[in-house]
C-alpha cells in the first residue's frame, strides 16, 4: 500500500511520465462525453495541468487515475455547462462526431445481417448515452468504456457506492429501452 | 426459479447483482442467456467505438511546459541554472563599474581642457601689450615700473634702457 503510494506520488511529480500513461484515457473519457475532439483535448490537457498543479493535495487515497478522472469528470461538468450557451454549435458538432463513431463496427467476417444489426445496436447505444442525464452519462462510460469497477467509479465521482450503482442501473435502463425501440 | 429475467433483472445483472438462482437460470435458459449476450454484445461494440474513435483522434502532446522550480521537475539542471544566474549577477555588477569608469575619464578630459583654457586666459591677461605690438615695444622707451609689476615688463624696461 505504502509503495504503491509512493508511486503514485512520483508519477505525479513527472509530467511526462503522467500524460504518457494517462492522456490517451483522460481523452477518451473526454471525448466520449463530449463528442468533440477539439473540446475533448482541452479537457484533457487542462486536467493534466490541474493535476500536477494541485499535486501536494495528493495523498495516495486513491490511484492516480482515479484521481485524474476525477479532474476530468469536473471539468467536463462545468464545460458541458458553459456549453449549454452554444446550443447550435454542440448540435453540429454531435451530428458530426456520431455519424463518424456510430458506424464503427469491427471486421469479424460477420453476415451482411448481422453487420446491419450491430450497427443498428451501436447507433442506439451512442444514441441513448447521448441522452443520459450528466451523472448517469458519467457513470455509464466510466463503467462500460473505462472498465472501472464500482469503488473506483465512487472514488472518480465523488459519489457513494449506492448512489453510483442507481445511476448505472438507471443508465441501463434507458439503453435498454432505446435498445429495444430500435429493433 | 423459472421465470426470464425481467428488464430490470437484466440491468441490475449487468452492474454484477446477481443472485444464484438467477445464475442458475441463465444457464438452463437460452433466452435469457441471449438476451444477456445481446446487451454485452452492444456495450462491448460502443466500448469498441469509443476506443477506435478516440485511437484515431488522440494527438498526445509534447510534454507540458514545467513550472520553473517546480518540485521534482526542474526547468534547467541545477549547476546550469546556477551558472545562469552567477553570469546574470555578474553582468549587474560589471555595469556601474563600467559607468564609473567612464564617468571619471570625461571629467579627467573635462578638467584638462578647462586648465588649458585657464593657461591661455593667464597668458594673454598677463601680457602688458598684445602680441602683435611687441615688436614696437622695443623701439620705443617706456616706462612699466609704475603699471605694472610683472617679470616680463621689468625685462622689457631694463632692455629700453640699455637701448637708450
Known amino acids: ?20 500513461l494517462h492522456w490517451l484515457r483522460v481523452f477518451r473519457f473526454a471525448l466520449a462525453s463530449l463528442r468533440d475532439p477539439d473540446a475533448a483535448g ?82 442506439a447505444v451512442w444514441n441513448a448515452a447521448g441522452g443520459l442525464p450528466e451523472r448517469q452519462r458519467t457513470v455509464f462510460l466510466l463503467r462500460f468504456v473505462e472498465d472501472m469497477d464500482l469503488l ?32 | 426459479m423459472s421465470q426470464h ?19 442458475q437460470h441463465v444457464r438452463q435458459c437460452p433466452e435469457c442467456g441471449a438476451e444477456l449476450a445481446r446487451m454485452e454484445a452492444a456495450l462491448a461494440l460502443f466500448r469498441g467505438s469509443v476506443r477506435h474513435w478516440s485511437s484515431r483522434q488522440v494527438r498526445i502532446p509534447r510534454p507540458l511546459a514545467p513550472t520553473r522550480g517546480s518540485r521534482g521537475y526542474p526547468a534547467r539542471p541545477l549547476p546550469l541554472r546556477w551558472a545562469l544566474v552567477a553570469a546574470a549577477l555578474l553582468v549587474l555588477a560589471a555595469v556601474p563599474i563600467y559607468r564609473n569608469v567612464q564617468d571619471r575619464q570625461r571629467q579627467a578630459e573635462i578638467a584638462r581642457a578647462d586648465a588649458l583654457l585657464l593657461e591661455q586666459v593667464d597668458a594673454e591677461v598677463s601680457r602688458a601689450v ?10 620705443v622707451s617706456w616706462d612699466f615700473s609704475a603699471t605694472d609689476g610683472s617679470d616680463e615688463n621689468r625685462r622689457d624696461t631694463t632692455r629700453n634702457e640699455e637701448i637708450r
Open chain 1, 1 to 20: 500500500m505504502i509503495a504503491a503510494v509512493e508511486r503514485s506520488a512520483s508519477e505525479i511529480d513527472d509530467l511526462d511520465t503522467l500524460v504518457r
Open chain 1, 42 to 123: 482541452s479537457v484533457a490537457q487542462d486536467c493534466f495541468l490541474r493535476a500536477y498543479r494541485s499535486r501536494e493535495r495528493f495523498r495516495g487515497e486513491c490511484s492516480t487515475e482515479a484521481w485524474l478522472m476525477r479532474i476530468a469528470v469536473n471539468l467536463i461538468r462545468d464545460y458541458g455547462r458553459n456549453r449549454r450557451l452554444q446550443f447550435w454549435k454542440r448540435a453540429q458538432a454531435s451530428a458530426i462526431d456520431l455519424g463518424a463513431a456510430g458506424q464503427w463496427v469491427p471486421d469479424g467476417g460477420a453476415s451482411p445481417e448481422s453487420g446491419a444489426i450491430a450497427k443498428q445496436q451501436l447507433a
Open chain 1, 152 to 183: 473506483e467509479i465512487a472514488a472518480a465521482t465523488g459519489m457513494k457506492e449506492g448512489t453510483v450503482k442507481v445511476h448505472l442501473f438507471r443508465a441501463l435502463q434507458a439503453v435498454r429501452e432505446r435498445m429495444g425501440r430500435s429493433q
Open chain 2, 5 to 23: 429475467l425481467s428488464s430490470r433483472e437484466v440491468s441490475q445483472w449487468m452492474i454484477g447483482e446477481r443472485t444464484p438462482q438467477q445464475e
Open chain 2, 130 to 139: 598684445p602680441r602683435p605690438m611687441e615688436p614696437l615695444v622695443k623701439l
